[in-house]
C-alpha cells in the first residue's frame, strides 16, 4: 500500500493537477465551441435558414400525469442542459470554495475583486446606453466572462501566460458566473409558484439529509435531482438555478479517508486470495466489486461527478447551446441597425472596455490597500491583459439573451454585440499578452516539478 501523499506530490495531486485538467478541458472545449458558432452563423445566414429556425422552434411536449411540460426544443436546450451546465459550474464554485483560490480571505480576496469590478463596471457602462430604453433589461449581458473561449486564449498563448495567471483567471470566471447565477435569479425571474417552492424546499431537504445520512445510491440522488429540476422550474426562477443548488448540496468529502480505504483493501485483498485458492470465481469476482466500489467511494462524489461532466459539457452541451442560439442573420438591414443600437453598442462597450476597466481599477484598489497581491511571477500588465480576455463574454451572455429580450430584434442586435465584442476581447487580449514577457524559466522549473510523478 501506498502512504499518503504529503509535500510536493500532494500540492501536485491536490490542487495543480485538476486545475491543469480544467484548464485542458477547456481550451479544447473552445474549438469545438467556436466550431459551433461558426456553423450556427453559416446555417442561419445560408439558404437553408428557414430549417434553421423552423428546427431549434420544434415543439416538444412530455405528459407526466402529475405535470406537463411543453416547450420548443431551443428553450429545452436553454433551461434543460443548460442545467447540467450550471451544475458543473456549481461543483466549480464549491471546489474553488473548500480548497482552491477562494478556500482562504486572502487568497479569494483579488479574485474576488477582480469579478466584482469586472461585473459591475460594463453593466453601468450598458445601463448609461440604455436607461429608460426598451434594451433597459439587458443590462446583465456584458457582466459574464466565457471561461472556455477565455481559458482557451491562454492557452494558445503557452508558456507566455504564467501558470499563475491561468489559475487567476480561472478563479476570476468562477466568481463571475456566481454572480451571473445570482443575477439570473434575483432580476431574470418574473413570478414564483408558493406551491412549487415549497416543493423544491422539501426535495432539497431530502438530497441534504440523504446526504448527511451516508446513503451513496446513485439512482437515488438522479431521481431526486430530476425531481428538484422540475420543482424548480415550475417555481418561475429558471431552472439552470436548481443545477447550481444541487452543486452546492454535493458532499466535497470522500466517504472513506485514505486510512480507511487501506484498511478495509487490506481485507479485502486477504478475503480475494482465499476465494480465488478455492477457486470460488463467483466470491473472487465479488470481493473484486468490492474493492472499485470502495476506491470509488475514497474520491468525494463532488470531484468524481466534476471529472465524469465536465468532459460532457465542455465537448457536447455548450456546443449545442451555441448551435442553437448564435445564429443570426446577418442582413444588411440588421448590421445597419445594430451599429446605430444603444443595445449593441452598450454590450460592445460594456465587454471591450467594461470589463478590463472594471478588473484592472478593483485589483489596483485592493493591491493598494493591502487585502489582495497579485499571482506569483506577474505583474500589472498581466492583470490588464487578464481584464481584455475577461471581455469574451460568449456563453452566459447569450444565455442572458434569451431571459431579457422576448423581442426578437432586441435578441439579435444583442447577440451581434456580443460576437463582435467577444472577437475583438480575444484578438486584442491575445495579441497584448503576446507582447508581454513570458514566464520565468525559474518559476517553469518549479511547475513543472510539480506536474511530474515523485
Not at 464554485?93 to 477562494?102: D, S, T, W
Not at 418561475?236 to 443545477?243: E, K, S, Y
Request: aromatic letters at 10%; one cysteine or more; a negative charge.
Amino acid at each position: 500500500m501506498t502512504s499518503a501523499p504529503t509535500g510536493r506530490s500532494f500540492v501536485r495531486e491536490r490542487f495543480v493537477q485538476p486545475v491543469a485538467a480544467f484548464v485542458n478541458t477547456e481550451a479544447s472545449g473552445a474549438i469545438l465551441l467556436l466550431a459551433a458558432t461558426l456553423v450556427a452563423l453559416a446555417w442561419a445566414n445560408s439558404p437553408w435558414e428557414g430549417s434553421y429556425f423552423d428546427f431549434w422552434h420544434a415543439r416538444l411536449s412530455a405528459d407526466f400525469n402529475l405535470f406537463r411540460i411543453e416547450e420548443t426544443l431551443g428553450h429545452l436546450v436553454n433551461d434543460g442542459l443548460m442545467a447540467i451546465f450550471f451544475f458543473v459550474v456549481g461543483l466549480e464554485i464549491k471546489r474553488e470554495l473548500v480548497r482552491g483560490e477562494l478556500a482562504s480571505p486572502r487568497k479569494a480576496a483579488l479574485p474576488v475583486a477582480a469579478a466584482a469590478g469586472g461585473m459591475v463596471v460594463p453593466a453601468i457602462i450598458y445601463a448609461a446606453w440604455n436607461v429608460g430604453g426598451e434594451g433597459a433589461k439587458g443590462w446583465g449581458i456584458p457582466m459574464a466572462t466565457d471561461i472556455a473561449f477565455a481559458m482557451g486564449v491562454l492557452a494558445l498563448l503557452g508558456t507566455r501566460a504564467p501558470f499563475s495567471l491561468k489559475v487567476f483567471l480561472l478563479a476570476l470566471a468562477i466568481v463571475d458566473d456566481l454572480g451571473a447565477i445570482l443575477v439570473i435569479a434575483l432580476f431574470y425571474t418574473e413570478s414564483v409558484s408558493f406551491e412549487a417552492g415549497v416543493w423544491a424546499l422539501i426535495l432539497a431537504a431530502a438530497i441534504f439529509g440523504a446526504g448527511r445520512a451516508g446513503l451513496r445510491s446513485t439512482d437515488i440522488y438522479v431521481v431526486l435531482g430530476i425531481a428538484f429540476w422540475i420543482a424548480v422550474y415550475k417555481t418561475g426562477v429558471h431552472a439552470t438555478v436548481a443545477g447550481v443548488v444541487l452543486a452546492m448540496l454535493t458532499p466535497a468529502r470522500a466517504f472513506y479517508s485514505q486510512r480507511a480505504f487501506e484498511s478495509n483493501a487490506m481485507d479485502l485483498l486477504v478475503a480475494y486470495r482465499h476465494a480465488r485458492d478455492r477457486g470460488d470465481q463467483e466470491q473472487a469476482q465479488q470481493v473484486l466489486s468490492e474493492i472499485e466500489e470502495l476506491s470509488r467511494d475514497t474520491e468525494a462524489p463532488l470531484d468524481r461527478l466534476e471529472h465524469q461532466l465536465h468532459p460532457w459539457v465542455s465537448y457536447l452541451i455548450v456546443p449545442v447551446f451555441a448551435l442553437a442560439n448564435a445564429g443570426v442573420v446577418l442582413s444588411g438591414g440588421l448590421i445597419a441597425d445594430a451599429v446605430e443600437s444603444p443595445v449593441t453598442l452598450g454590450i460592445v462597450l460594456g465587454l471591450a472596455v467594461g470589463k478590463p476597466l472594471g478588473v484592472v481599477l478593483a485589483c489596483l484598489v485592493a493591491v493598494r490597500l493591502g487585502v489582495a497581491q497579485l499571482p506569483s511571477n506577474t505583474h500589472f500588465g498581466h492583470i490588464i491583459g487578464i481584464g481584455l480576455v475577461a471581455g469574451i463574454g460568449f456563453t452566459v451572455s447569450l444565455f442572458i439573451t434569451g431571459l431579457a429580450f422576448s423581442e426578437q430584434a432586441l435578441a439579435d442586435e444583442a447577440r451581434i454585440g456580443i460576437l463582435a465584442a467577444s472577437f475583438v476581447a480575444g484578438v486584442v487580449g491575445f495579441a497584448y499578452l503576446w507582447i508581454l514577457p513570458g514566464e520565468p524559466e525559474q518559476a517553469l522549473e518549479s511547475e513543472g516539478s510539480l506536474l511530474q510523478a515523485e
